[in-house]
């Protein structure tokens, strides 16, 4: 199977700075993809970004960008000018290309804004 | 649209009691899946199911059980409920097994006393 790993499991950035949340995985498929996903102390998972593996240029949503490094199996998740809002457990995900489209988690980063 | 809804949001029981966790989605999704979310664990599969009378076991299915007589229902059962069992439940959706976004319910927060 494979495995996700976020070794950051708290992180903090002051409101309008910007922080990056690390995640690599392990696979020996060459077809996949990436997610990060989002979630507030309400608990609903919110999809934040995703790239497909067979794209080289990283994932853009708004203020939320990736850094795919395919070679390494880094993806990690830079959010820029955070927002109180952005407080959150943030989910770093991956799912095969082929089969059961079974998602893998990462174990987690919080995430605190401080004002 | 709802989305993906989940009942109820709270449930305790004791050991070796059964009960069902509900899940349904109103997009027409054939694709459904039942995770536990435990304190650093991540989200772990537990069943899923492909369409209406086809499922299969995830990463740890051990002491559910699912079925899907409909696309909108997907429910999860536990057959006698153990402590280890206190997790929170997330059901997902989404459109078919290659559309990788999943649509997630709110969660279930399950005790096992």
């Known amino acids: 199977a494979q495995t996700v790993t976020q070794s950051q499991p708290e992180m903090s950035v002051q409101e309008a700075e910007t922080v990056t949340l690390s995640c690599t995985y392990d696979?020996?498929?060459?077809?996949?993809?990436l997610f990060w996903y989002k979630q507030p102390p309400s608990r609903q998972m919110i999809l934040v970004i995703r790239?497909?593996?067979?794209?080289?240029q990283n994932a853009t949503e708004n203020r939320f960008s990736v850094n795919f490094q395919k070679a390494a199996k880094s993806f990690s998740l830079k959010i820029s000018d955070s927002q109180l809002g952005d407080a959150a457990m943030y989910f770093c995900?991956?799912?095969?290309?082929?089969?059961?489209?079974?998602?893998?988690f990462g174990t987690g980063t919080s995430l605190t804004v401080i004002p | 649209n709802a989305g993906v809804t989940q009942t109820p949001k709270f449930q305790v029981l004791k050991t070796g009691q059964s009960m069902t966790l509900q899940c349904a989605q109103d997009?027409?999704?054939?694709?459904m899946s039942w995770y536990r979310q435990d304190p650093g664990m991540g989200l772990r599969l537990i069943h899923y199911?492909?369409?209406?009378?086809?499922?299969d076991q995830g990463e740890v299915p051990n002491g559910y059980n699912v079925s899907r007589s409909t696309t909108e229902d997907f429910p999860l059962r536990l057959l006698s409920a153990a402590p280890s069992q206190t997790s929170v439940y997330f059901c997902?959706?989404?459109?078919?097994?290659?559309?990788?976004?999943?649509?997630f319910g709110p969660g279930t927060r399950l005790t096992v006393l």
């Open positions: 997902a959706s989404s459109y078919d097994r290659k559309t990788d976004t999943q649509y």
């Open positions: 696979t020996s498929e060459s077809d996949y993809y």
């Open positions: 790239q497909e593996a067979y794209k080289q």
């Open positions: 995900a991956y799912r095969s290309e082929k089969g059961s489209n079974q998602f893998y």
């Open positions: 997009m027409n999704h054939e694709y």
């Open positions: 199911s492909v369409g209406a009378g086809i499922t």
